[in-house]
């Protein structure tokens, strides 16, 4: 058994908390405390004497540096990549965090504590809002970089199934392959891998410190807090398919044009409007109230409701969407 000491563990618990507003989705964004004036996630260490469980910690540390009670809470993977929490050389307590997603209304968020904001997650990752028209940046930007990369030798001790220019082809549907909107984390770790994300420069990627500058690719944020986010925006997209979840982000009662732009907003996809009505209608997921909205700003809108019965009714009751692109 080797003498050296044991570089001391710290398990820290980090809450990627999403809301809709104005057809945005948004993300909480919680002041650290220490000066430190990237943007990073709410989070801090789990406390075995005081915490009973993990997620009752991710409770309290959002109540205490948000002022906001979660509601729906699900745990997405464990990080604890070397140097997450440390520079190169440092010995000090290693951080290894449970990432976990929550979803919120924005109509819940007005007691917020300051600090605590609401931003919108495509600032952190502008290639994935495609509602529109596919973003420039990914021809400008980003598949001249990775183009140039993929040509490069592999690293010494690779072994990834795919090689470089199949995951570019892939993850960033480039010659006929199709976007999987779904691969927000593939994506990223390949931009972080190809070193042209801030946070690559800053943990001393090679391929990130070889560049003599690193494109501004969506703002970066604290720690590794940016792959905790594209997991969770991840994991949401493709939930959308075959859970509910959509309905947590949404008012009790709303018009199916609030839920298309709500679900268009997470999966950054446009959609059409008479096919997803139709999968609306026969997932039997909504149930109308009998309700006429005035607040459309055009002609009135039945108002419906989330139908729980569906619940019992069929193992996966999501929306299964596809995008017209």
Partial sequence: MSDKPLTPIEIG?????????DNEPLILIASSGDGDRLAGLPFGPFEAVSHRTFEIGLRAWVEQQAGLRLGYVEQLYTFGDRGRHTEPGDTDVHVASIGYLALTRAADNAARLPGATFEPWYR?????????VRPEMIERDILPELTNWAAQAEEPGTTRALGRKDRVRL???????HWDEERVLDRYELLYEAGLVEEARRDGRPAALARKKVPRLGVSMRFDHRRILATAIARLRAKLKYRPVVF???PPEFTLTELQRTVEA?????????NFRRLVENGALVEPTGVMSTQ???????????RREVLQERPAPGLRVRGRR
Avoid: M
């Fill in 171 to 177: 993850y960033f549907g480039t010659e006929g392959a």
């Fill in 296 to 306: 459309t700003g055009g002609r009135p809108a039945a108002l419906f409701r989330f």
């Fill in 13 to 21: 618990l980090t809450a990627a908390i999403v809301a809709i507003e």
């Fill in 248 to 250: 947590e982000l949404l």
């Fill in 124 to 132: 952190f990752f502008p290639w994935e809002d495609w509602r529109e």
């Fill in 266 to 274: 997470i999966s950054g996809r446009h959609l059409h409007k008479q």
